[in-house]
């Protein structure tokens, strides 16, 4: 399953904004910048990388859906749509 390129741009520009951010963070903490700074920017990136994730395995979940493969009728595997999630977690 290929997932759709419009998504996948969206997702790799939030990915490249996220490692941006991650390299603030890291000149934050050899600049000596305080604790609470680090930690809410450091809590950006996470958010930032989550989100990516999530819109991942949206796009793909709604190719799944809507583009099954074949003669199949769509399916939806739910313990492994769930495992995905949680490992986002």
Request: charged fraction near 25%.
């Amino acid at each position: 399953m290929d997932l759709d390129p419009a998504e996948m741009t969206k997702v790799s520009n939030r990915l490249k904004r996220a490692q941006g951010q991650l390299a603030g963070v890291i000149r934050m903490i050899d600049e000596g910048t305080s604790c609470e700074d680090v930690v809410t920017q450091l809590s950006a990136v996470s958010k930032a990388i989550d989100r990516a994730g999530f819109a991942i395995i949206a796009s793909g979940m709604k190719q799944c859906l809507t583009q099954p493969e074949g003669d199949e009728e769509p399916t939806l595997d739910v313990a492994k749509l769930e495992k995905l999630f949680l490992s986002l977690a």
